[in-house]
């Protein structure tokens, strides 16, 4: 008993510290930063795949899904692109507190029926918050990023998911210009009504950056994606799986860290490859 007290006590005040900072930090801060955070992104699926991938969950687990809702599928889900918007609003409250919410938008093209007319397809919220700062100490920076992501309109198969990622930043210089990265991230995708289910998502993943002095940074990570299954409709099950997955992330940065442009690259095997491209264009109402 008096072990656990003590592990409990052991993971609390930290835990506490870190809150406490963050309230400080607010109380002190200056004008947070605003922009919208405008991503275009571009992404291809084999058929009989769902695809997650890194990051909030925008494209397949609800966009997919709802217009599967539809006419089925009688041969199971074909091969799908997607050109896809996202819209979320962020505000950086403290250089460790971010909120944001949104909505996206897309144009999807099954098989080959040609694209679909560019609708809104998804409104979601979230916030990303640093629990513990590395500040050149031994122990990395830690974050979590929530994020629930809804899809409209509201069909027999519309979702509602919910996706956090952990990840830890060991820095190796006082700038925190290189360092490696390790993470997990889980999502649990909801079919609304009985019509269908889709299993946990998970990735475990490790991975490191670099920022040169002219303010570019390259960011890597690879890890293991392991997704539970589905089944929808009277459609053929998809199966489970556990295969890899990589994304590559080039951000042009100025000198406060704020982002000016980026360009991400990711393969998931799910068990083929897909394929996702997204293009990152802040547009900053206030920027410090």
Partial sequence: MLSAALCALLVAVPVAKAFAASVDGLANAPVPTIYLDLRTIYAQVPAGSLAFGFGRPTLFNTQTLAASGGPAFPAGLPTAKSLNMDFPLTVDVTESVSLYAGVSGSS?????????????TSWNI??????????????????????????????????????????????????????????I????????GALGRVNPNTIAYVGGYYQWPNNWKFTGRVGLQSFEGAQLLNLASIQPFAQPIVRLDLDRMDDNDNRLFGITAEIMWVPNPAYQLTFRTPLYAVKN
């Fill in 108 to 120: 999807t093209n099954f098989g080959s029926a040609g694209f679909s007319s560019f609708q809104i």
């Fill in 126 to 183: 979230g916030f990303q918050a640093d629990l513990y700062q590395q500040n050149g100490g031994t122990f990395p920076t830690a974050t979590l990023q929530s994020t629930v992501t809804q899809s409209i309109p509201n069909r027999p198969l519309g979702t509602t998911s919910f996706n956090n990622i952990l990840e830890f930043d060991y820095a190796l210089d006082s700038d925190e210009t290189r360092g490696f990265l390790s993470g």
């Fill in 185 to 192: 991230q889980y999502t649990r995708t909801d079919v609304d």
